[in-house]
């Protein structure tokens, strides 16, 4: 986020799309509930009409996967009504005229071609976001689970830049983390081609300087592999074994049959996790791992904040903490420099070679925490970003085309799946689906679809219909709702027996290289009692 989650109740306008906040990221949510209170106008922009939709001042319901369009189409209609903001564009940015001739062709009714939203709601829509004072843009993984993420969020980041937005209170461009501490794991390198805080493995000087911290030679040079190209490789036989930590692929990655495949061809899987799941099965070690509440060390949320964790119960049985178990495998593997005594030392080794965390102490985060970058000891932290000026000097303006998703709806498979999470269920239902009151709220996988849809193929509220895809098919309760558009299902992912993601395409967006979990073809067929 380059702002902070209280500044959303500074917006004159908040933007909330691809995210269905209240139900994700409730707390987040209540913030934008709170704001439009207050006044805030907001702006939902989803293919399914959820809570926030209901208080939004415009709601446009787009087709799965046309993110692109109707973000060009909005810029396209703030520059034909003079809606921008010149001075900021003059003074902190580049390539303007470039990006301007690139969105001639996104006129409204372009746009309403491509997406179905109606040309006239865009303009209103345009006018209210680029008329505001201050705006927000709040997304999440609607945005970014597509074969063009990179090019969705580059064109969030181009609507913020001409509008000048950015830098102060009240607007900014703010993904939201899928969960507690993603932006904390991304900081430390969870990446596959980045050190801590962002360095690149592949740049000379930054490679150096951890070969020299951590008393190594021969660090590689070259990125390695996301979580999807991993089950790719070991499918292919070319990855013969992995660890994975906290995470369940067998429910969460797209084509399941094609993950369970590549784990049965292991030679070796350790898991360390905190409860059984559908990805344990298939391991050959299993690590029992201790939870939030049996820990310490630091998490970092969504708006940067670095937050102690502090241990609150011990550990049963053989558990250990994360940190414990990497550096005693790391030792019997032969590895130096795992020889810490206390997650303090860890951080105290983070701040060493992380400039955006130098700053920071364990002293000095206390019960609040302190927001990144923190380059020195008696630095406040940065609750905004890019308030004078941005890293690589002046904003960038990114030209972007619309490309139609790696799959569309065709005669066979006529509807479009798109994915999600509900509020009584967490991810893979791992944790949740064993809480007897989660449960009693939402206990079973459904698809949503459309009711003129339900009606011509003779489908029933609450009738059992079968999903299928090119990928695999699964049996789910029907709910009939005007939630979603006509040719559009919804499904959660959470249940494992009817897995979503047996469903979903692993087309992958060729920068980021995530999957397109939001739209992939499929048919809807009737179960007769």
Not at 159 to 175: C, D, F, H, R, S
Request: aromatic letters at 6%; a negative charge.
């Amino acid at each position: 986020m380059t702002n902070s989650i209280q500044d959303l109740e500074e917006a004159e306008v908040i933007l909330v799309v691809g995210s269905n906040t209240t139900e994700q990221h409730p707390i987040i949510g209540e913030r934008i509930l709170s704001a439009v209170r207050k006044g805030t106008r907001l702006i939902v922009i989803d293919p399914r009409a959820i809570h926030l939709s209901r208080f939004a001042a415009m709601f446009l319901r787009p087709r799965p996967g046309t993110e692109v369009a109707y973000l060009n189409g909005l810029a396209h209609v703030i520059i034909s009504e003079g809606l921008q903001d010149d001075e900021f564009i003059a003074s902190r940015t580049e390539g303007f005229e470039e990006f301007r001739k690139a969105l001639a062709e996104y006129t409204p009714e372009r746009v309403e071609e491509i997406t179905g939203i109606p040309a006239a709601d865009l303009v209103e829509t345009a006018r209210l976001y680029g008329g505001a004072e201050r705006a927000a843009i709040v997304y999440c993984m609607g945005i970014t689970q597509h074969v063009a993420g990179t090019d969705n969020v580059l064109a969030v980041a181009n609507l913020a830049l001409l509008t000048g937005n950015i830098g102060k209170p009240g607007t900014g461009v703010n993904p939201l983390r899928g969960q507690n501490n993603v932006q904390g794991a991304c900081d430390m390198g969870g990446l596959p081609n980045v050190f801590t805080g962002y360095q690149r493995v592949d740049d000379e000087e930054a490679a150096r300087r951890f070969e020299a911290a951590w008393g190594v030679e021969g660090l590689p040079r070259t990125p390695g592999l996301t979580v999807v190209e991993m089950i790719d490789a070991a499918a292919r036989g070319d990855l013969r074994a992995m660890y994975i930590m906290g995470e369940n692929p067998m429910v969460s990655d797209p084509d399941v049959n094609h993950v369970r495949e590549a784990l049965s061809r292991l030679d070796f899987l350790a898991v360390a996790d905190i409860m059984d799941n559908e990805t344990l099965r298939y391991a050959h070690v299993v690590l029992p791992a201790a939870s939030f509440a049996e820990k310490e060390g630091t998490i970092t949320n969504t708006e940067r904040r670095v937050q102690r964790l502090r241990k609150a119960v011990e550990p049963p049985g053989e558990a250990r903490p994360d940190w414990e178990i990497i550096c005693e495998l790391g030792k019997r593997m032969g590895g130096g420099g795992f020889d810490f005594a206390a997650p303090e030392e860890v951080f105290e080794e983070v701040r060493k070679v992380t400039p955006s965390y130098a700053g920071m102490t364990y002293r000095r985060l206390g019960t609040r925490g302190l927001q990144w970058p923190c380059p020195t000891e008696d630095h406040p932290g940065t609750p905004i970003l890019h308030v004078e000026k941005f890293p690589i000097g002046r904003g960038r303006f990114t030209p972007v085309t619309y490309r139609p998703p790696a799959e569309e709806p065709d005669e066979e498979y006529p509807f479009i799946l798109t994915t999600g999470r509900i509020l009584f269920q967490y991810h893979t239902g791992t944790m949740t689906r064993r809480s007897p009151s989660l449960v009693k709220e939402a206990d079973r996988p459904f698809a949503e679809i459309n009711p003129e849809d339900a009606a011509e193929l003779g489908i029933d509220d609450g009738g059992r219909v079968v999903v299928s895809s090119r990928r695999g098919s699964v049996e789910v309760e029907a709910r009939v709702t005007d939630r979603v558009a006509r040719g559009v299902v919804f499904m959660p992912f959470h249940f494992a027996e009817a897995a979503a993601n047996a469903l979903t395409i692993a087309a992958l967006d060729p920068v980021a290289k995530i999957p397109e979990l939001k739209v992939c073809a499929v048919k809807v067929q009737g179960v007769r009692s």
